[in-house]
């Protein structure tokens, strides 16, 4: 046998972890004293004396006569010989009384529910909520969870709490949470308990949460079968403190809604080491979560907002620029005075508002349409999903349902690196409407082809528009938002519908010395209501029916002079 199998009987005999570890070097180096033990196993010195004389209560250790006072062991040999005469004593007596106990027991009892009944009792005193507690923990088969103050991490350390998880957590794989609060003043106890997870692959999981109240209300959960609830009660609380009262309860009800709210704070948490980090640097960790509530997102992001001092940062879709320009309620927070870059996908929809949003506020085309996040003042990051179809038609320029936020110096610091990046690629909305020009789509589609092979055409090649040839020569232009639009508002069977059967925008090219006079003759007799200008073979602009006209009139008296 190994001593692993040694500390495992001394943990039968009802021995803590920290019991066996003075008990095993006691063992090996001899009669010693407790100040120079706890130097060598590096144990405060309260907690040694305290381990020491719970050892000499239960007859494990002896005290020499000399000053200052050493131990020694007990031997070995003696307590096994001890433990299993007592046993042999057990189980003679138990054989004696089985009889008479169960014919007793049977006199007394009444018939079993057979339905199952909730229960509670009131547990007074540390000693004996711990107790309660270590024996929840070593009786575990499947989870433990546990919530817990800066101060009951202490006091739960010391009363061997977390190292009776270790056996249920190595012998039957049993998952341990626990949720407390990393201070300074537990900081050394949560290092030794991270570094021990570490060290032995514990299945211990421990987060920090900060808790704004010293009294907060602890408890613990044991296979979703019962829970022991916890607190100290009076002004004062203390680590010697004996005066707590607790509740334990099987009510299946009652435990669901605290692992509800256990497993809420878990996802708001951070992991230990991370706090432990932040503790011993000196530099906050901030604050990351998903909000999943529309209404407590848009709280968070107006508060933010309001209270930029520095420069907002957003990279948005292309419907978006078409929100934002439309008097998108979150538009009021750009205030004046604030350095504001927005970047999105500018298309032949959003060239007009895009060049609105320009008069008060940077904006630059970036070739990304599918990512929407905002940064304010470098310190607070904002990600929002994509809506869903039935959602596409939301009102704000932001889907706020699950909206990601985070604080987090080390991950604010890689995505602002990231979005420096992709405004430095940008194209300026100046250069855009001063005719520099853009790139016609490059993905082909013929007018034969049906809405479905246009949008799976669109996904293999990742783009959110096609160019609709006929004949192989292009005709027009439709992105994902049309499409969109003829399959969802107008309800069309995109397997039946042909792409030249949808509201595309039109093209009309210019060649030579062609003017905007010419595209508005063409559209007048085609009959098109906007249509998008081409000229060696770029993008211009669009051109719609009323800008044509007022295009027209302004160039008429021009045109006159000329001849």
């Known amino acids: 046998m190994s001593e692993k199998d040694v500390s495992k009987f001394l943990q039968l005999l009802g021995l803590s972890k920290r019991e066996i570890q003075v008990y095993m070097f006691l063992a090996k180096s001899g009669v010693q004293s407790t100040s120079f033990v706890a130097k060598r196993l590096k144990m405060e010195r309260v907690q040694a004396y305290r381990t020491f004389k719970k050892l000499q209560e239960k007859g494990f250790i002896e005290a020499t006569l000399e000053r200052p006072t050493r131990f020694t062991i007990v031997p070995f040999e003696a307590l096994v010989d001890n433990f299993i005469n007592t046993k042999k004593n057990e189980v003679v007596n138990l054989n004696d009384q089985k009889t008479n106990l169960l014919t007793a027991w049977q006199s007394i009892s009444a018939p079993e529910s057979e339905y199952p009944v909730a229960k509670f009792s009131i547990i007074t005193g540390k000693k004996k909520i711990h107790s309660k507690m270590i024996n929840m923990i070593e009786e575990s088969k499947s989870e433990v969870i546990v919530l817990t103050t800066a101060l009951g991490l202490i006091q739960e350390d010391i009363a061997g709490i977390f190292d009776s998880a270790v056996g249920p957590s190595q012998e039957r794989n049993v998952q341990v949470q626990i949720i407390t609060e990393i201070a300074p003043e537990n900081l050394k106890v949560v290092e030794r308990i991270d570094r021990d997870i570490v060290e032995d692959k514990l299945n211990i999981k421990l987060r920090h949460v ?173 990600m929002f999903k994509m809506p869903p179809l039935s959602d596409f038609g939301t009102e704000s320029a932001f889907y706020l349902a699950d909206t990601f936020y985070s604080s987090d110096p080390s991950q604010i610091e890689r995505v602002s690196e990231m979005l420096s990046d992709i405004w430095k690629r940008g194209i300026d909305i100046t250069e855009i409407s001063s005719q520099a020009g853009t790139k016609l789509p490059t993905v082909e589609i013929a007018t034969s082809e049906t809405v479905a092979k246009t949008v799976d055409k669109m996904l293999q090649n990742n783009v959110n528009s096609v160019l609709i040839t006929e004949h192989h020569k292009p005709i027009g232009v439709i992105n994902d938002r049309e499409l969109l639009r003829e399959i969802v508002d107008a309800r069309k069977d995109p397997l039946k519908t042909l792409a030249k059967d949808t509201n595309y925008t039109p093209l009309i090219i210019l060649e030579g010395n062609e003017s905007m006079i010419t595209a508005m003759k063409l559209m007048g007799e085609k009959g098109f209501k906007r249509a998008a200008m081409v000229k060696n073979g770029q993008l211009i602009g669009m051109l719609t029916e009323k800008a044509a006209k007022k295009v027209a009139l302004q160039m008429k008296p021009t045109a006159t002079k000329v001849t």
């Open 210 to 382: 900060g808790m704004s109240s010293r009294f907060f209300p602890r408890f613990l959960i044991k296979d979703e079968e019962e829970a022991l609830l916890y607190a100290p009660f009076g002004n004062e609380a203390s680590v010697l403190n004996l005066e707590d009262e607790g509740l334990w309860i099987n009510d299946k009800m009652f435990i669901s809604v605290l692992k509800a709210f256990f497993t809420q704070m878990w996802q708001t948490g951070v992991d230990a080491s991370r706090r432990i980090d932040e503790l011993k640097s000196g530099i906050p960790i901030g604050e990351t979560l998903v909000i999943k509530s529309v209404e407590e997102a848009w709280n968070k992001v107006t508060k933010i907002l309001d209270s930029a001092k520095k420069d907002i940062v957003v990279i948005t879709s292309s419907q978006s620029i078409n929100r934002l320009a439309e008097d998108d309620p979150i538009i009021k927070y750009f205030k004046k005075g604030l350095k504001t870059r927005i970047m999105a996908s500018i298309d032949l929809d959003n060239l007009e508002p895009a060049q609105k949003l320009a008069k008060d506020y940077e904006v630059k085309h970036v070739p990304i349409s599918y990512l929407t996040m905002m940064l304010v003042d470098n310190k607070h990051l904002f």
